[in-house]
């Protein structure tokens, strides 16, 4: 019968450099090996003497947006026809790795839609709340809209370097220069609101 699994939390102190060699999920300092990660200790017997320690993680599944799902985004570059994100939350639960999404001209309002232009909703570096419409795969991007009141640009930041405020749901303005810019602009709904 298998021994139990022994967790360790970071920073735990697992052993003397003299017992062990340090591997994955550890760190060594003033002669002691440390954990950096939650997870389970292992421990491997190497052939040239000191077993090797290392901390692994539960085989974790990685969240995957679905269609449905509310996403915050973040602009990467922009064209007549659509403008292209990378997914970094999926609700409120940060990716381990970002995807690459696309809002295309059509799917950024629910009204007017051969009026929109992309440059007037978005521009690089724009913080998006965004709903999943389509899964991607690997040669294509998952497709986003922002068609709802909710969805929309939540952060921009104006030429000047300063966070802009919404003062219209298609405007933002700086309040250091005063200077306005179209966006597509967020209703947020408390729920969506980072903590």
């Not at 298609?170 to 709904?189: L, N, S, W």
Request: hydrophobic share 35%.
């Amino acid at each position: 019968m298998a021994p139990p699994a022994r967790y360790c939390v970071p920073g735990e102190r697992l052993c003397s450099v003299d017992e062990a060699t340090a591997g994955g999920g550890t760190y060594t300092r003033h002669g002691f090996i440390f954990s950096s990660l939650a997870g389970c200790l292992e421990k491997r017997s190497e052939d040239n003497g000191l077993p090797v320690v290392s901390v692994v993680r539960d085989a974790e599944s990685q969240l995957l947006p679905d269609v449905g799902a509310v996403v915050t985004c973040k602009v990467c570059s922009i064209n007549s026809r659509f403008a292209k994100v990378h997914i970094l939350y999926v609700g409120s639960t940060p990716l381990k790795s970002t995807f690459r999404g696309t809002i295309r001209r059509e799917d950024i309002r629910a009204t007017e839609k051969d009026k929109v232009e992309v440059y007037k909703s978005f521009r690089p570096g724009d913080i998006v709340l965004a709903k999943v419409i389509s899964l991607g795969d690997a040669q294509s991007n998952y497709l986003l809209s922002t068609a709802e009141n909710e969805l929309g640009v939540v952060v921009a930041r104006s030429e000047a370097g300063v966070q802009m405020v919404p003062i219209s749901w298609c405007e933002m303005q700086c309040p250091r220069t005063h200077t306005k810019d179209f966006r597509k602009v967020a209703r947020v709904q408390p729920q969506f609101l980072q903590t």
